[in-house]
């Protein structure tokens, strides 16, 4: 899916996205998370984008994970919410959470049913893929820009360069983690809407709970933007060097920033 500023808009405003004719996305507000449960939403996100890197755990057998590994993510996604009645829960409740949709799951053929199966609004791979990149967008997770979908009728050559390349990104998602330095780590979603919430930026403790989760990471990001900028500007006003892009205004673009 192209991510157009128009979508942004919309999850900046909360209006609902539409997925074609087979479904809405509905951009949360920062209350609704916390009636629903920050915890219990995250399960859902954990959920709704599976892949086979989350699966490579002790506490799946060779023989199981062999058979995954054939599989594409959206098939893996299907299998796991059949046989696993827990992730089955969670991942129904998370899709009527994200498209206030009743949703049923098949296998064969591999789609998800949105709402009454006679309305015939199906869910196929390409869709879930534009879905789960609505919701990695949404909660500003990690996503790569251009999607790698197995399709059943890519030749046998091209599903497994298909498979490297996902292994690959795999690899490459893991070792950017385990680099990563976080000096935030242990603030809590509370300790950042109550951080917010003071920025002299028309938002309090009565109305934050009003706008989206995007609008209100995007405004968290951009104060950390500003007041770096202002830090910096400072330093280098009284003499200091400093890199050219320590110097970048906090006026830019949330999607060119590489995740800073």
């Known amino acids: 899916m192209n991510l157009t500023d128009d979508i942004v808009l919309k ?5 609902p996205i539409l ?14 998370i916390v009636d629903e449960g920050y915890s219990v939403v995250q399960q859902y996100l954990s959920v709704l984008t599976l892949t086979h890197d989350d699966l490579n755990n002790e506490n799946i057998d060779k023989e199981a994970r062999k058979y995954l590994n054939d599989l594409s993510d959206f098939e893996c996604f299907l299998v796991l919410t059949s046989v696993e009645p827990e992730l089955n829960n969670l991942a129904k409740r998370g899709f009527y959470f994200f498209t206030h949709e009743e949703v ?10 949105i709402g009454p199966p006679a309305e015939k609004h199906f869910l196929n791979e390409a869709k879930f893929c534009d ?34 390349m996902l292994e690959g990104r795999a690899k490459t998602k893991k070792a950017k983690q385990k680099n990563k ?63 050219k892009e320590q110097l970048q205004h906090w006026m830019r673009s949330i999607a060119s920033s590489n995740k800073t």
């Not at 789960?132 to 497994?160: C, G, H, S, T």
């Not at 900028?229 to 400093?242: S, Y």
Request: with cysteine; net charge neutral; hydrophobic share 40%.
């Open 104 to 113: 049923n799951f098949s296998f064969s053929p591999a789609q998800i049913v």
């Open 181 to 243: 330095k976080d000096d935030f780590s242990d603030l809590r979603f509370s300790d950042l809407v109550g951080s917010v919430a003071i920025n002299n930026c028309g938002l309090n403790m009565e109305n934050i709970w009003n706008i989206t989760y995007y609008a209100f990471h995007d405004q968290l990001k951009r104060m950390g933007w500003r007041d770096q900028f202002n830090i910096n500007n400072r330093a280098a006003l009284a003499g200091a060097k400093l890199k």
């Open 11 to 15: 999850m900046q405003k909360g209006t």
């Open 131 to 164: 879905f789960r990149q609505l919701l990695q967008k949404m909660f500003f997770l990690d996503q790569d820009n251009d999607a790698i979908i197995i399709y059943e009728n890519d030749e046998p050559f091209v599903k497994k360069l298909k498979r490297q």
């Open 19 to 32: 997925l074609d004719d087979i479904c809405a996305f509905y951009p949360s507000t920062v209350g609704e």
